[in-house]
Each structure stands twice: as structure tokens, then as C-alpha cells.
């Protein structure tokens, strides 16, 4: 597969900084209400379930496209090893310790506070190896899965001699593959095709921008009139996710109100990732010991605080505390 149309590997994207903003936007969103909802709220719920029906798959996508741009097939194991090896202290690092935080705080916490998705016992330390998904640090799956699908189609992409459409093939038939939650397995098997559409559009990025140019007023009605109508529901899914890559891309490549702050928030979107589940818990915790979150309290007080927080807190940390200790500075950049 030829990769004449591909951008250098040392080139910034801006579009897809504003993408990755995006992107964990409607993340933190997603995280505001973990488990169950404020009564009165049920659009909340709806709008949830449309959310979480494209936004992960939009952002795996992104994660391909930054993850193929410099990818290359390797000569040998021991360069395959040494690429793992990398892989891994760039991700399991801050999976592991934020993971952990999870853990202590939450068997800490939740004697006193109100606390999302509580430890029930010692196994649960086991269930942040063997089974991220039902683990009480669930939220940090996408780190988990991230580093499976890196490692697999570097693999895969040596093997098929950086040719990537017999991974889109995988892609493809992992849609029908039973879920899996061991080792997570199950998002794996979920996303492995958009991120192989990452690698895919990124190999031919100057057609696929001027597709996604075309395209992506079309796509962002289709989108909305899909979700609107609730089509996303089951395997509609897909079809949300598939529409999302040229709305939200297409629109993150104009420059608008507010796309500068999208950049920024793209810069430093797996901080955010980390840190934003922990920042509108501990949030929430304290408000909840004063106030119900129920009805119009969530509206007006409860969504855009937490909101906030999921945003803002992690920022500060990242900025202000983090760079006085050099190891998390690295591990959470």
C-alpha cells in the first residue's frame, strides 16, 4: 500500500488537535453521570446513550491516525520487542497509578461520601489487570485498549508488509466477534476497525480530507438525524460512529469560536482522559453531602460544575503540580 499521499510523521495537525478536543469533550460529558442518573433527567440518559454511541469510536479513530502516521513495519522481534516495550511504559505507566488512585480512594471514600462504582473487595485489584471493563477504574479502559491495538497491528502491519487492508478485513469481522471481557477483549474487538480507518486515512490523507471536505455537512445532518430518531440503538451503532468521522472531522477543520480552545484541549486530551472520571467524582462527592442532584438542580448547578471540573481540575494538575515531579510529568503527556 503505497504511502505516497501521507503527511511527514513530525507534522502537527491542527484539525486533528481540534478533533482530539472535541473528542474529550463529549468524553467528560459522557462521565458526568456514571451510573445512576438525577430524576427528572432522563434527556440526560438519552442524550448519554446518542453520545456514547460515535464518541469512543471517533476517538480510537484519531488514536489510529496518530498512531499510523509514525508507525512502520519492523525487521525483527527485537525491534518488535523494543517498540512494545516503549508502548508500554508510554501508557501502562499512568493506567497502573491512576488505576490505583482509583482504588485507594474509592475503598477510602465510600464510608463517608457517596461513591460511583464502589470497591466490593481485594479481587477488584485483580479485575484492574484481568478485567478492565468491570474494574472500579472502568473509565480508563481506552489506555488499556489503547496499548492492545498498538501492539497487535504493529504486529499485524509487519506481517502484511505495511499493507493495512487485510487488517480492515479483521476490522470487520471482529464486528461479529462474541464480547470478550477478559483483558478487554471485548472493546478491542469493538474498535479495532476504526482504528485501522485511522491508518487507512492518514496512508491517504490528501483524498481523504478532500472526501471528508465534501462530505461533512452531509455526514453532521446525517449524524444528528440518526441520533435524533434513535437508530443508534443496538448494531445502529456503527453507523453513528461511521458518520461521526467525517462530521466532527470536517467540522474540526474549520477554524471557528472557540477552535483555538479545542486545540489546547487536544494538547492535553490523555491528561484529561486520566484525571476527569476523578475530578467530577470527588466533585460530585462533596456537593452530593449538601444538595440532591435531582431535578433542575442538575441543570442549572450539578451538570455545568461537574463539567467544569472534569475539564478544568486535571488542566490545573497537569500545569501546575505536575511538572514539579519529572516521572508524572512524562508518564500522564
Known sequence: MSNIHKPDSHARLLDIDRAKGLAILLVVFGHVVARQPPLGNEWYSEAKGAVYSFHMAFFIFLSGIVFFLRAQPVTDFAEFTSSTRKRFMRLMPAYFLFAGIVFVGKWGAQAFVHVDNPVKGMGALLDLVLFPMQSV??????????????????????????????????????????????????????????????GLAITFWERYVQWVDRLWIPGLIGLVFFLALGWHSGRGWIVAALLSIPALHGLCRREFIGSNTLIYLGSLTFSIYLMNTLAIGATKAVMLKFISWDGVNFVLLFLPVLFAAGVLIPIVLKKQLFPKFKWLDRITS
Do not use: D, E, H, N
Open 137 to 198: 477504574s472502568s473509565f480508563l479502559w481506552y489506555v488499556y485498549v489503547l496499548f492492545l491495538l498498538s501492539v497487535v497491528c504493529l504486529a499485524l502491519f509487519t506481517i502484511t508488509k505495511g499493507r493495512l487492508w487485510p487488517l480492515l478485513v479483521i476490522g470487520v469481522l471482529l464486528q461479529f466477534a462474541p464480547p470478550i471481557q477478559f483483558l478487554g477483549l471485548g472493546q478491542f474487538s469493538k474498535y479495532f476497525l476504526f482504528f485501522v480507518l485511522g
